[in-house]
């Protein structure tokens, strides 16, 4: 069956007619067919009990996938944000999709396995499916990542931690019409997918051991992390101390983790009296910390390279949808917009839908899906 895809979004002050406005405005993209799976995202400034189960009743059945999104929606026709918020839709023909949910409930692992193997019996295929969407609260990614990872070897994964506009925990996942938290929602795509996962930025020749628990990294070669981070940017460490004030200044110079001859980039939240750092994602006792830089016009440049890879093979791209770091978003200010010139450059005049994330999830290394941050995840679905 032939892939088709439809974009609608509204910046309408009422969730009803957002609602009304998305359906309508993707539908007419699928010239006639019925939609077999939606993905939908908003910002936290609309209305999403009233947007989600809107949009659901609409389309009577249709899997939906989604989340919020940070301060807007990445569109073929812009980045679109507003006063009253943003809701943006992706409806697919042709594809094969189950969605499914599972609280955290204090164990990421288990809620990852169980959303990924409900989802694939919704999608009523007893094989694996070609890709998992993912979408679970910031701070749940890895156990979610490894959860589907130990259930369903080998699998892609393409995914995002859904963000707020104010970094205050207000951040939703959407399930089949339902507005969630605390939750892991996966969904089990079956058509032909392309996928990448990549950042943009460049190694230095700066690089360290670390010593660190879970999200926090302690030390740089037995010496005080942000003591290290400093002198290795030239900042002066009072500048990084309290707050989110580490978050903007490592916008575009984070560290990362060698993986083969790429890297795993990991953004860095607060700096702490103590020396210590805390991060958006884990650090591993022992292994080798990378200062990482890059400028602004290679953050966007990076975002058509993605996407260009993710097509590779492809014959036809019919769709393709994008998981865009919130702090690239914050990084490019207003240049976010040229974000959709390299991506149509990449696959000409396709549908697509992005949404601004506080964590990627992806395929970095062959047969291993990670949990990333600064990062860029894109799927392309095509013929």
Not at 307 to 321: D, I, L, S
Request: charged residues 20%.
């Amino acid at each position: 069956m032939t892939v088709r895809a439809g974009v609608g979004w509204s910046l309408a002050k009422d969730a009803r007619t957002a609602a009304t406005e998305v359906v309508e405005m993707a539908s007419a993209g699928l010239g006639g067919e019925s939609p077999s799976l939606a993905l939908l995202f908003a910002t936290v400034d609309m209305d999403l009990s009233v947007l989600v189960p809107q949009v659901a009743r609409h389309l009577k059945g249709v899997p939906i996938f989604g989340g919020s999104s940070f301060t807007g929606i990445l569109t073929p026709a812009g980045f679109q944000a507003g006063p009253n918020g943003v809701a943006g839709l992706m409806l697919l023909s042709g594809v094969q999709a189950g969605v499914a949910r599972c609280m955290i409930g204090g164990n990421p692992r288990r809620a990852g396995a169980i959303a990924a193997g409900l989802a694939r019996r919704q999608a009523g295929q007893s094989r694996e499916p070609d890709l998992f969407l993912m979408l679970t609260p910031p701070g749940s990614e890895e156990g979610v990542v490894g959860g589907i990872a130990a259930r369903h070897p080998g699998v892609p994964v393409v995914g995002g931690s859904p963000g707020d506009n104010t970094i205050e925990g207000y951040w939703k996942a959407f399930a089949n019409g339902r507005v969630l938290e605390d939750s892991a929602v996966v969904a089990a795509l079956y058509a032909k997918v392309g996928y990448a996962f990549g950042s943009g930025y460049r190694p230095t020749a700066k690089r360290a051991r670390a010593g660190a628990e879970g999200r926090t990294l302690k030390t740089l070669d037995g010496r005080p992390a942000l003591d290290v981070y400093a002198e290795w940017t030239g900042k002066r460490r009072e500048d990084l101390i309290g707050g989110l004030k580490l978050l903007g200044e490592s916008l575009l110079a984070p560290l990362a983790t060698p993986m083969g001859d790429t890297y795993l980039i990991k953004h860095l939240a607060t700096g702490n009296e103590d020396g210590t750092i805390g991060a958006f994602a884990e650090f591993a006792e022992g292994e080798e910390v990378v200062l990482m830089e890059a400028t602004v016009d290679e953050l966007i440049a990076s975002a058509g390279e993605v996407v260009r890879q993710a097509a590779q093979g492809m014959k036809e791209v019919r769709a393709a949808f994008l998981v865009h770091c919130a702090g690239r978003r914050v990084a490019l200010g207003d240049r976010i917009g040229e974000v959709v010139g390299v991506v149509k450059g990449a696959i000409g005049d396709a549908p697509f839908l992005g949404f601004c994330s506080f964590g990627e999830q992806g395929m970095l290394l062959p047969g291993t899906n990670l949990h990333g941050n600064l990062m860029l995840s894109a799927l392309v679905i095509g013929e």
